[in-house]
């Protein structure tokens, strides 16, 4: 449908201009506010314009942190949290592709039962179970550690989820003609199976990488030792300073770095997700 | 090339639904055996049961002497050819010709030696680095027989390959899997719904109905001598007339003495209805009949006309287009040395009395 409005055109530039606004601001004023000097951005008037402390900031953050609160350098949380992101990330297709094979191909007793126990724990966010796990986790010795970090966060009804109803659609036919071509069960899942997901097993990545990424609740509970903070908590404990004003540039520079890796991974992914959600290759 | 021993093979699924009810087929050595029936009539169960997809509830299955029946499809040394193709999708062509010879662990120089041979005889080798996806229907078809030929199998089951064609390439691949056949001299044993390529291709050909053998036999050994009326009516196209003697004699019609006298139906193949006496040497049956509708075929017409009585019209083929005109009076003459007869209550043929006919 081609319309002519002028004005309609107009009208629909503006909601979206204002839209992206309205997500803009944030980001940029935690960007202005990661370069200006200490106190800048609490004496009352907010700058605007990017300040001449930019090198300065991300500088002594990245290399030594922010000693007052007790954070580590953020190149260290910085790859605590991706340590946290890709463990969890690989982990998650892994075990759910893996289960969703089984699922799908083979026929054992309580094959359905086991689906829907799966498929319940969906309705099991972290949040919810979160006390439980981190009593596991501790029994288990395993707070400050990475294994207590990725571990409890692996298991994906979701991802499995998904991998079934992409199982699903593949036709009987090609199983059965991997069949008479003499593949069993291992060589089918490595020569067909696996390649046939490579977009979805992209799209997912990008998807469950930046869930790592963003964990907030959890790293905060089980870790106490600064050697093994992620990035987005360790925010959390840069501005719970005690007695003082939080030194807010040098946290604005820590969230402007904390949201890199999750906008590279978007950018440079892009196109593979955009392919994985849409293209079924068959 | 291996002959294939079916005996007493049955197969029920779960639920007490038996699908194929003790039947035995045995196929010779390099024949291309064509399975034909209905669509539920489990000519593709038995296919899958000899290619070891489908388990066998009773009964055995023999690949060249060898009983098969607890091996899995690999070890049967069959190729198959699925009506989709099933051809792997991330694999370019000559991958998927590869696939199954690397499975088996052909050495390297081997394989390429019969992907090369395979491609040269199905006229595939311009594509064998594109995937299937950038191939058309029938060249996606040949890849799949290509995957079958490279196996150099004991037996290739082709299962509806051509269903997915358009006319015209389907009546060219036909004539090219015959070539083939040939040429291999493999056992083939093709299942199909389409009873034009069943005549066309079979050495033997085997009409399934509700999951037994009707009959067996050449192909025109089918068409002209149909033993049950499930074949009469299903071979051919337009299939044969089937008349019920009933409804003919409640019309006033009287027949002959030929007629045996079990007789439920009789059965006449529309291109040995003729209109004009004079072309019938011997005894025939003489129906008075209108002329309904007449459909130009091109070589041949085909003319359905009405017999008072008969709840179903009567299709006569005549050679040349018919110069007749639609909605006129005929009379219709059956020579009685092609009439079939068949008891309504068993569905089998009755013999005509040769004695009779001779009179």
């Known amino acids: 449908m081609i319309e002519n409005r002028p004005w309609l055109n107009v009208f629909t530039h503006l909601v979206l201009i204002l839209g992206v606004a309205i997500v803009i601001a944030p980001v940029y004023l935690a960007f202005v506010a990661s370069?200006?000097?200490?106190?800048?951005?609490?004496s009352g008037v907010m700058p605007l314009w990017p300040g001449s402390e930019m090198a300065a900031n991300y500088g002594s953050m990245f290399t030594t942190g922010m000693a007052k609160s007790g954070a580590p350098p953020l190149a260290l949380m910085m790859w605590n949290a991706l340590v946290m992101a890709v463990v969890i990330t690989v982990g998650k297709i892994a075990i759910s592709i893996i289960s969703a094979y089984a699922i799908i191909y083979f026929r054992f007793p309580g094959r359905v039962l086991f689906f829907w126990m799966i498929f319940i724990t969906l309705m099991l966010p972290v949040e919810v179970r979160i006390v439980p796990t981190f009593k596991v986790v501790a029994d288990l010795g395993m707070l400050n550690s990475y294994a207590g970090l990725t571990l409890p966060l692996i298991a994906s009804a979701t991802a499995t989820f998904l991998f079934r109803q992409f199982f699903m659609t593949l036709p009987d036919e090609l199983t059965e003609a991997a069949r008479v071509d003499g593949a069993g069960p291992m060589r089918f899942f490595r020569d067909i199976l696996l390649p046939l997901s490579r977009t979805n097993i992209a799209a997912l990545s990008v998807i469950l990488f930046i869930y790592g990424w963003v964990q907030y609740l959890w790293p905060l509970l089980v870790t106490t030792d600064p050697r093994y903070y992620t990035i987005v908590m360790g925010i959390k404990r840069m501005v719970a300073v005690a007695e003082a004003d939080p030194q807010w540039n040098l946290v604005m520079a820590a969230v402007m770095l904390a949201m890199l890796p999750p906008v590279l991974v978007v950018i440079l992914m892009q196109r593979l997700f955009v392919k994985g959600l849409v293209e079924t290759e068959k | 090339m291996a002959t294939i021993a079916i005996e007493n093979v049955r197969k029920t699924y779960p639920g007490g639904i038996e699908v194929i009810k003790g039947l035995d087929l045995s196929i010779a050595a390099g024949e291309l055996v064509v399975l034909v029936g209905p669509s539920g009539c489990g000519k593709s169960t038995l296919l899958r049961m000899i290619a070891g997809l489908e388990s066998i509830t009773a009964g055995e299955i023999a690949i060249g002497g060898r009983v098969v029946n607890n091996l899995e499809p690999a070890e049967r040394d069959i190729a198959m050819v699925f009506q989709n193709y099933a051809l792997y999708p991330h694999m370019s062509?000559?991958?998927?010709?590869?696939?199954g010879l690397k499975n088996r662990g052909t050495p390297r120089a081997e394989i390429d030696a019969r992907v090369k041979e395979a491609a040269r005889i199905l006229e595939i080798e311009p594509f064998l680095d594109r995937k299937p996806r950038q191939l058309s229907g029938g060249q996606r078809q040949r890849v799949a027989m290509g995957r079958a030929i490279v196996r150099k199998p004991q037996a290739f089951l082709f299962d509806e390959p051509l269903s997915n064609l358009d006319a015209k390439l389907r009546g060219h691949m036909r004539?090219?899997?015959?070539?083939?056949?040939?040429?291999?001299?493999?056992?083939?044993?093709?299942?199909?719904?389409?009873?034009?390529?069943?005549?066309?291709?079979?050495?033997?050909?085997?009409?399934?109905?509700?999951?037994?053998?009707?009959?067996?036999?050449?192909?025109?050994?089918?068409?002209g001598d149909p033993q049950t009326l499930f074949v009469a009516g299903f071979m051919g196209s337009p299939g044969m007339n089937l008349i019920d003697v009933a409804q003919l004699r409640a019309a006033g019609a009287t027949l002959p003495d030929a007629v045996p006298a079990g007789t439920g139906v009789i059965g006449i193949r529309p291109e040995d209805v003729f209109l004009e006496a004079g072309r019938v040497d011997g005894p025939a049956i003489t129906l008075p009949a209108r002329i309904e509708a007449v459909e130009m075929v091109g070589a041949e017409s085909l003319a359905y006309a009405a017999v008072g009585g008969l709840s179903q019209s009567v299709v006569l083929r005549i050679p040349g287009a018919w110069t007749g005109h639609a909605d006129t009076a005929a009379d219709l003459h059956l020579?009685?040395?092609?009439?079939?007869?068949?008891?309504?209550?068993?569905?089998?043929?009755?013999?005509?009395?040769?004695?009779?006919?001779?009179?």
């Open chain 2, 175 to 223: 004539v090219e899997i015959r070539r083939l056949q040939r040429t291999l001299g493999t056992t083939l044993v093709y299942v199909t719904h389409d009873q034009l390529e069943a005549m066309t291709l079979a050495d033997k050909l085997v009409v399934m109905n509700g999951g037994a053998i009707e009959q067996q036999g050449s192909p025109l050994e089918l068409y």
């Open chain 2, 93 to 99: 062509v000559r991958g998927n010709l590869e696939y």
């Open chain 2, 335 to 359: 020579p009685l040395t092609r009439l079939h007869c068949f008891s309504k209550e068993t569905g089998r043929k009755v013999p005509l009395s040769a004695p009779a006919l001779a009179a």
């Open chain 1, 35 to 42: 370069t200006h000097g200490d106190g800048a951005f609490v």
